[in-house]
């Protein structure tokens, strides 16, 4: 249960239990007020003087008078002329005696200041005498029980709302330090440094069931495994950057101090070397600006910046591009774009087309002499579909899931040149416009890269 809903069930309790007794007092009061304790629908029985009963009437009435309350005092009179006492349990009124009227009224006057009285009067069908049935209640009893009764239930009304008040902020407040113990814990073992250390624990979350700062906890779980997988993400290409970019140094370093040092003298030689030392700059100033692109992903300022471009423009541009590069390496460059000039979506142009000529690159890679590659944009309802297809030698079904991970070399591609992270750069480039990238391939057969790109 969150906290909020925690605090909401308090309030409940503190408005709605204090209304509940105001309502109970008086409703109390009034079903227990000596006036109802006499004889049940008083009111009714005073709006006629007189009842037609029969004798079997007469015996229900007798039990009932018989189940009055213990402290209700009840005397039967029979009018006819005097009060003849039939039944009593007054002390003042013997059974058996005789009454004239004036003197039960009277008798009911002197004492009216210590008793509550109520008369009522009954007429049999078959006799033309009527029954009168006095009942009085002690009103200085009554009261003092009625006052300790209404006593005892408010004392009792009002431990039972502060024990509940007090359960419900017991139970709220264990769940927030508790919460708040474990988010503690956890969170200075990140500010040491250590990001190893899970942030949630099922087993103690379990206990304190879930609130908001249990949300906050797996939020922030969330962030500690993205710097951590961050951290060794940054780690591994640094690693194998650092290793890579040797290659290319140790080469230019030693044929530079070759042709310095006079060891190669010859013109053919020099020039060999020079072209060597050329070549191992492109490759080098290539690795650094995958370096750089790469480093640029990581950071969240260049989204700031995105502006509508036109997919059609750039795939464009990047087909006729394509085109001349299959010309120089010896494959087939086709291209279908059906896209709208008018589509445009939010976008790093540069990332984008680096994306794309990354796809390229590996489709050449991946290819001999002759083969076809392909590139096709369509448009749907909601989203702009780009697809670099060629028939080369394919990635094996077991590799299929790991082409996009860092430094990862499938099985066909170990004896190519490369780092291992064009994919993966395709991948973050994708990712973080929010777009989404699918393969399909098949050994021997070649392979198809689909970038969608939502409108």
């Known amino acids: 249960m969150t906290i909020r809903r925690q605090f909401h069930i308090l309030l409940a309790a503190i408005i709605v239990i204090p209304i509940c007794c105001a309502l109970f007092i008086p409703s109390y009061h009034y079903f227990t007020s000596p006036g109802r304790a006499l004889i049940h629908d008083y009111k009714e029985l005073r709006k006629s003087d007189a009842f037609k009963l029969s004798v079997r009437e007469w015996s229900k009435l007798h039990d009932y008078i018989r189940r009055l309350p213990p402290d209700v005092e009840v005397a039967v009179f029979s009018l006819s002329g005097s009060a003849d006492i039939l039944i009593s349990s007054i002390a003042e009124l013997k059974a058996g005696t005789s009454l004239s009227p004036l003197v039960l009224w009277g008798f009911a006057s002197s004492t009216s200041d210590t008793y509550f009285y109520q008369f009522t009067s009954f007429r049999f069908s078959s006799r033309n005498d009527t029954i009168v049935i006095l009942t009085r209640v002690d009103k200085f009893n009554k009261r003092e029980r009625h006052g300790m009764d209404y006593v005892s239930y408010l004392v009792g009304i009002l431990l039972c709302f502060a024990a509940l008040v007090l359960i419900i902020i017991a139970k709220i407040s264990g769940d927030i330090f508790t919460s708040i113990t474990i988010l503690e814990q956890k969170t200075q073992k990140i500010a040491d440094g250590d990001l190893s250390v899970p942030l949630t624990d099922d087993a103690k979350q379990s206990k304190t069931k879930s609130n908001e700062i249990i949300s906050l906890t797996e939020n922030l779980e969330k962030m500690r495994s993205a710097l951590l997988d961050a951290h060794e993400r940054r780690t591994r290409f640094i690693m194998g950057i650092s290793h890579d970019l040797r290659t290319p140094v140790a080469v230019i370093k030693g044929y530079t101090e070759a042709i ?141 899931d790991h082409i996009f991970d860092m430094f990862y070399r499938a099985t066909d591609s170990r004896r190519e040149e490369g780092m291992g992270i064009g994919l993966t750069v395709v991948k973050s480039i994708v990712d973080t416009h929010g777009w989404t990238i699918g393969v399909e391939s098949e050994t021997g057969k070649g392979s198809t890269f689909t970038i969608r790109i939502p409108k």
């Open 260 to 400: 310095s040092d006079d060891v190669i003298t010859d013109k053919n030689e020099i020039k060999k070397s020079l072209e060597i030392i050329s070549t191992k700059t492109s490759q080098l100033e290539s690795m650094i600006d995958t370096l750089i692109n790469f480093v640029k992903l990581d950071s969240a300022d260049w989204r700031q910046k995105l502006v509508p471009e036109s997919v059609f423009s750039v795939v464009s541009e990047f087909a006729k591009s394509a085109e001349m590069t299959g010309a120089v390496f010896k494959r087939k460059i086709t291209s279908d774009i059906t896209l709208s000039p008018e589509c445009k979506v939010p976008m790093d142009r540069q990332l984008f087309s680096r994306a794309l000529e990354n796809l390229l690159s590996n489709a050449i890679r991946y290819s001999k002499d002759g083969d076809e590659i392909s590139i096709s944009a369509t448009e749907t309802d909601d989203a702009c579909v780009v697809s670099v297809s060629d028939t080369g030698i394919g990635i094996a079904q077991k590799d299929l």
